[in-house]
């Protein structure tokens, strides 16, 4: 006899657990779904807009695209504000003369206010780049409104002879490119590469406008320098991808950061031609940044670029610049497709619609509307955790900072030590100032990579201790990595060497 089916009733008993567990899944799925189409919203909310003037490739001043988009204008004119941070409280009186030492010249400033100088509060930074041009006038941040004017009121090209190439990330470039190269871009940018200064600078009208990150026709977003299109193609290349195109290739979610890529990087001048170029061929990280820099090869036959010779110790120095999207590629955001613009230019409402802040500010100007998109947590708590990201970096580059200027203080009082010494301390030196300016100068204060910025201020520091050993006599082979050390480093493709 077959056994006896159960009841009814019985069924019921047994079914309603698993009934349970599928509407508590519904539910999780549903607050799931929620969750990421309110992202997904942020990220890609279509503006309607009724066009009261047409926009042209050489529609290049930005109050024309406002008349279209006034609330995006009305941001992008707030950037002329300041905001107040931690590391920089308030704007101080400029000085209306202002002289060089060993200068006779005085050199008159236009502007009423500027931001501090970060020489005032670090002068640990005169040390770091004596003989060069950053160790005159170096200055904190301000919005994209006091771009061209800050940099065109610089001691740096005053007082120093610079290239137009400065003028790439500082200007809205399409049109002085498209005047230099008659209607040729590529042409026009390597003319002003090799102009003097301020033969370039006199052709730019205005700070970073529309028309350098936006189509006209369409609004989408795209690459106008030529720096940054040349690097995306070499890095693509060393990954195995051949003929990239930034404007072609890249996705909109891409280019939420590569719009900032174009002038928020580290780069250099390459070759008589002062071609602005970023040392991306072997890849982002800056161990492959620092290989690519020890194999450049100069005019007169000798390898490995440098930026200036050091006034105290006679060591050849590479500046670092402002890598803020290298730094923000080794980070979790990027990890996770949160861009550049996610955060710095946070959706707001506007007249009831939905638009990007373009006054492209500090997100901790308002970090519920940064933040908030993703983090559950309160203000409260989310100020703590860039506080203590924050201060922990500052501490780090404190002690490598302090190492460096302990080595070059070093190198210069040395006495009784060989030619041989001396040049490999001077490597050394070298090595150690361009780790800790890469992090000093990328302007996130530790928070776009905390772990990876800290990484790169324990070379420094190792690279300066190692300088220092290289007077007393240590060799090149006594303070090379260790096989274990080695073996690790190439166990994770050799980024901690």
């Not at 492959?288 to 120095?317: C, K, P, R």
Request: with cysteine; hydrophobic share 40%.
């Amino acid at each position: 006899m077959g056994e006896t089916a159960p009841s009814a009733p019985q069924q019921k008993t047994r079914l309603w657990p698993l009934a349970v567990v599928a509407l508590g899944a519904a539910a999780v799925t549903f607050v799931a779904v929620a969750l990421l189409t309110n992202i997904f919203e942020r990220k890609h909310t279509e503006v309607t807009v009724a066009r009261v003037v047409e926009l042209t490739d050489t529609t290049y001043d930005a109050a024309t695209w406002g008349l279209d988009y006034p609330a995006e204008y009305d941001g992008f004119l707030a950037t002329a504000n300041f905001t107040a941070s931690g590391h920089s409280t308030a704007l101080v009186p400029a000085v209306a003369e202002r002289v060089v030492a060993g200068d006779d010249t005085v050199y008159p400033d236009s502007r009423d206010q500027t931001t501090a100088s970060k020489l005032v509060a670090d002068p640990r930074l005169v040390t770091l780049w004596k003989g060069y041009a950053f160790a005159i006038d170096y200055r904190h941040l301000r919005g994209h409104q006091w771009m061209l004017t800050d940099q065109r009121e610089t001691l740096r090209v005053l007082a120093r002879q610079q290239p137009g190439a400065c003028l790439n990330c500082h200007a809205s470039t399409l049109p002085v490119m498209e005047e230099l190269g008659q209607g040729d871009i590529e042409a026009g940018f390597a003319a002003m590469n090799k102009l003097p200064y301020a033969e370039a600078a006199a052709l730019a009208e205005h700070p970073v406008q529309c028309v350098d990150c936006h189509d006209p026709e369409t609004m989408a977003l795209r690459v106008t320098r030529p720096a940054l299109a040349n690097a995306l193609t070499a890095l693509k290349a060393s990954q195995g991808i051949a003929d990239y195109d930034v404007n072609r290739d890249a996705s909109s979610e891409e280019l939420r950061s590569y719009v900032c890529a174009q002038c928020h990087v580290e780069y250099y001048f390459a070759g008589e031609g002062k071609t602005l170029t970023f040392p991306w061929a072997d890849g982002l990280d800056i161990n492959a940044v620092w290989q690519y820099y020890s194999e450049v090869e100069n005019a007169d036959g000798t390898t490995g670029f440098t930026d200036f010779t050091h006034a105290i110790t006679g060591a050849g120095v590479v500046k670092a610049q402002h890598p803020e999207f290298e730094t923000w590629s080794a980070g979790v955001h990027a990890a996770n497709g949160v861009s550049c613009a996610d955060c710095h230019m946070a959706y707001q409402t506007v007249n009831s619609q939905k638009v990007a802040n373009h006054q492209v500010t500090n997100p901790m100007a308002d970090p519920n509307a940064s933040c908030g998109a993703c983090h559950s947590q309160s203000e409260a708590e989310l100020r703590q955790r860039v506080d203590v990201i924050q201060n922990r970096f500052v501490d780090s580059r404190d002690r490598a900072l302090d190492a460096l200027t302990q080595l070059i203080d070093n190198i210069g009082q040395a006495q009784g030590v060989s030619e041989a010494q001396l040049d490999l301390a001077r490597q050394f030196q070298n090595k150690a100032s361009f780790y800790v300016d890469y992090a000093y100068s990328e302007n996130s204060y530790g928070f776009h990579a905390p772990d990876y910025l800290q990484r790169i201020l324990s070379q420094s520091l190792d690279a300066a201790r190692q300088g220092q050993l290289a007077l007393l006599g240590m060799t090149a082979e006594q303070l090379a990595a260790s096989d274990v050390a080695l073996a690790n480093a190439e166990a994770a493709d050799g980024l901690g060497i």
